[in-house]
């Protein structure tokens, strides 16, 4: 068994509803089980233009699949939940990114890990930290350094996870 880490966002539709679709959809997943998912946290969108703010979360898997496998497996829960490609950095219904997988590094451009962009983020590093405080980074940063040299700003926490019913609670 692999433990992997994904983050979640969502700003257009009904962001709640399609982050609970979609982690009931990850834990469905061949081979795939959802150990744990942060709060939800509610964060101003940084990318071009005006957008509404995002939800984020961050669940911890265990898995089967291998990397290419799963990050497949979550592409097609963006497509199945309707996610609409348009801008890059654009707003969305879904992103789901595979942030880590074990120690695993690879920089190939369709499958990049760890996620490269996400230790500068709070909307990814604080729920990851909720969920695994003592998580050490395939570089061997733990992850409350990166923490720590985030900026606590655009960023509140709001729903808790409910692990029995797989879902996050209104
Ligand atoms: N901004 C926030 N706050 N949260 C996101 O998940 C997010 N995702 C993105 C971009 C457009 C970079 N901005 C975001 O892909």
Excluded: C
Aim: proline share 6%; charged share 15%; net charge neutral.
């Amino acid at each position: 068994m692999n433990t992997a880490y994904v983050a979640l966002g969502a700003n257009l539709g009904k962001p709640l509803d399609q982050l609970n679709q979609a982690i009931t959809l990850v834990n469905k997943l061949s081979d795939t089980t959802v150990v744990a998912a942060a709060s939800i946290y509610q964060s101003v969108a940084i990318g071009p233009g005006e957008q509404p703010d995002y939800l984020n979360s961050a669940a911890q898997i265990v898995t089967e699949l291998n990397p290419s496998e799963l990050l497949a497996a979550l592409h097609a829960i963006e497509d199945a939940l309707g996610r609409v490609r348009t801008v890059h950095w654009g707003e969305r219904t879904l992103d789901l990114d595979l942030l880590l997988y074990e120690n695993y590094i690879s920089t190939a451009p369709i499958l990049t890990v760890p996620h490269p962009r996400m230790n500068g983020r709070n909307f990814v590093i604080y729920p990851l930290l909720e969920i695994a405080p003592t998580l050490v980074l395939p570089n061997g940063e733990s992850i409350k350094t990166v923490a720590q040299k985030l900026v606590n700003k655009g960023i509140q926490r709001k729903n808790s996870f409910n692990p029995q019913r797989m879902q996050w609670i209104n």
